[in-house]
């Protein structure tokens, strides 16, 4: 099944001064493993042969219309060096969704999947949405990670969502920001409708938690910071 067909969507560019969503998604997982390359290419259909490492974190923005509302996900893209490790965990606070990178050529990376989604527990709302996100589906041949098995990992950690992606052939490089705006408009909806707020899965920016106080009551009248 193919998981834009019951969305109603269409890609923005940078230049929409307002919306009525905005979410703060976090993109982490062990270093080479495409977080940055992934995060271009699904938020700007960019891609670049030449590997960079990324020192601290890199922000972008990815805008696009979900029904008859607009969303706005604030991009997180941050290193998987060791050593920065400290730096990375203070980024996790007020964030909405995390996406954990592997590579499906890197065991290792795979690996290290369970340690990433133990500290993100650990260190933010629990209730926080989780994608796991098996990367560089082009290295078929070169394959270490059964994707049964991440799908299995996935299950063992109630994950909210895993695909496997390809940033240098583009394959669900754009769905996955796509179903990630679906998801996180769904759990506002519930965040709206509920009592008891504490118990929403959706934590939202301090920045952003006033206009979505204003977005219940006039949808017309919410803007984000853009």
Known sequence: MNELDNIDFEILGDDVATCNFSFK?????????????????????????????????????????????????????????ERYRSLISSFYRNSC????????????????????????????????????????????????????????????????????????????AQKLFIVAAKILVDEYRKYQNESDRDKSSVTLTSENKEEFEETSKSSKKSKCSC
């Not at 969704?97 to 709302?125: C, G, H, P, R």
């Not at 926080?128 to 994707?147: A, H, M, P, S, T």
């Open 97 to 172: 969704l995390a996406i954990i990178v592997y590579s499906i050529d890197s065991q290792n990376s795979f690996e290290s999947v369970e340690d990433w989604i133990d500290e993100i527990k650990s260190q933010t709302n629990p209730n926080i949405k989780i994608f796991l996100i098996g990367n560089k589906v082009d290295l078929e041949g070169q394959r270490c990670v059964d994707k049964i098995i991440a799908v299995q990992i996935s299950k063992e950690h109630n994950l909210d969502f895993f695909m496997e992606t390809s940033a240098k052939t583009g394959e669900n």
């Open 25 to 81: 998604i976090i993109i982490i997982g062990d270093q080479n493993v495409g977080k940055s390359s992934i995060t271009m290419r699904g938020a700007k259909n960019l891609f670049n042969e030449i590997y960079t490492p990324t020192v601290g974190f890199e922000f972008i923005t990815f805008n696009v219309r979900i029904n008859e509302q607009i969303v706005k996900l604030q991009i997180w893209d941050t290193c998987g060096q």
